[in-house]
């Protein structure tokens, strides 16, 4: 028996996709347009964040290529047949599945929807070196056009639809800052408070948004040392009295992340700890206050290191001041062109969504020694910004005994 090498199947209903049908019409009449002004006879598009955006679903790799084609008149997501029909169920469009029985059997599916193409779009800063040159062989080497920042750009405005799902889940995201602190003492470890937190968002968002997937949620809790960078990994070390701590809370949404930052420290703090805290929380509150449509990312960063420089502590930031919220964002989907930064010259705009999160460390060995930083997320509106991050920062709340 002849087994396909691509074929479709549908297995149940359509799902509920996180957000409704005419906004994903409006996501492609986007794309549409990049295509159209590029000349292109269709785009290929591979990163979790974009066949997500254009298409809704969400897929999870395991080593296997995923694309969303998108053409003048389809959308079609090309999935791997372990999926099964979860794909049709969560997509915006069409689906196309994929075989393991022979090699190259997704490059076939792809040529199967894209025949004759003489220019395509690609997406560069995600396809590897062997999988750029595979398609552009199956494909009887068309021209290739990088679209990724074209479609960054799209994805950096955001709909009303799409505020309204990062609303709540700034909400979650304190949800699960809430349950850290309800849990904080000294002997009780970091891994153990992580758990709590997390298991608290995703009952969140369970309750919330009971048609959303339920994955990707997680916390880094840290402290002490562990505290030095920001995605440093959760650990099992125990809390003593007086430690510096950083609580980091990230539920995701559909594939929208959000997120919570806060220094906190354990029943009481030293003067050059507290000094180093309030430093870092004069540059956030002033930092709060320059977003705002009609100025530059650049023009932010310059403003806040004259300040940290004014304080003593220009030399002690380890990172930028901010970036994008969105599809996958800031993890995978990072919207580069929308970060506060030195050499980014983007303007903000209405409907941007972008954080406040200025950091220092001090090293182990010196006063005050620690990573400092806080964390809240702003709606760039017409004339002002929205700060949709609740839960309080600074040395009167979080120095929890």
């Not at 993890?331 to 930064?341: A, P, Q």
């Amino acid at each position: 028996m002849k087994r396909s090498n691509f074929f479709e199947f549908k297995n149940g209903n359509k799902a509920s996709l996180p957000f409704s049908n005419q906004e994903y019409e409006n996501r492609l009449i986007g794309l549409r347009k990049i295509i159209s002004e590029n000349n292109l006879d269709a785009v290929i598009l591979t990163s979790m964040q974009n066949v997500a955006y254009y298409s809704g679903f969400l897929y999870c790799s395991f080593g296997r290529p995923y694309s969303c084609i998108v053409t003048e008149k389809k959308n079609v997501v090309v999935s791997a047949n372990i999926d099964a029909g979860q794909p049709n169920r969560r997509c915006y469009g069409e689906n196309l599945i994929y075989s393991d029985w022979e090699r190259d059997n997704y490059l076939k599916a792809i040529v199967s929807l894209v025949k004759k193409v003489k220019k395509i779009g690609i997406e560069k800063d995600h396809l590897t070196v062997e999988r750029y040159q595979n398609l552009k062989d199956a494909l009887g080497a068309p021209e290739m056009v990088d679209i990724s920042p074209f479609t960054m750009q799209q994805r950096m405005i955001k709909s009303n639809e799409e505020i309204v799902l990062i609303k709540s889940g700034a909400k979650i995201a304190d949800i699960g800052g809430e349950a850290i602190v309800k849990e904080i003492k000294a002997g009780v470890s970091e891994i153990e408070i992580a758990m709590i937190a997390r298991d608290a968002m995703e009952k969140a968002i369970a309750k919330y948004h009971p048609d959303s997937e339920l994955r990707d949620t997680w916390v880094w809790f840290q402290s002490g040392i562990n505290t030095d960078g920001a995605h440093n990994p959760v650990t099992t070390r125990k809390l003593k009295r007086g430690d510096i701590l950083s609580l980091n809370t990230f539920p995701m949404i559909s594939g929208y992340y959000t997120a919570l930052e806060r220094t906190l420290f354990v029943e009481e703090i030293d003067d050059a700890s507290l000094k180093a805290w309030e430093a870092n929380v004069k540059v956030h509150r002033h930092g709060l206050k320059l977003i705002k449509p009609g100025i530059k990312c650049s023009e932010i960063t310059a403003e806040l290191n004259n300040l940290f420089s004014e304080l003593g502590y220009l030399h002690r930031r380890t990172f930028g001041y901010g970036h994008s919220f969105g599809v996958l964002s800031h993890y995978y989907g990072r919207e580069g062109r929308l970060e506060l930064r030195e050499d980014i010259e983007t303007t903000l705009k209405p409907n941007m969504v972008v954080s406040m999160e200025p950091m220092i460390m001090i090293p182990q060995g010196e006063p005050g020694a620690g990573g400092y930083r806080e964390h809240d997320i702003m709606i760039v509106k017409e004339n002002s910004a929205e700060n949709i991050t609740k839960f309080p920062f600074g040395p009167k709340h979080n120095i929890i005994k």
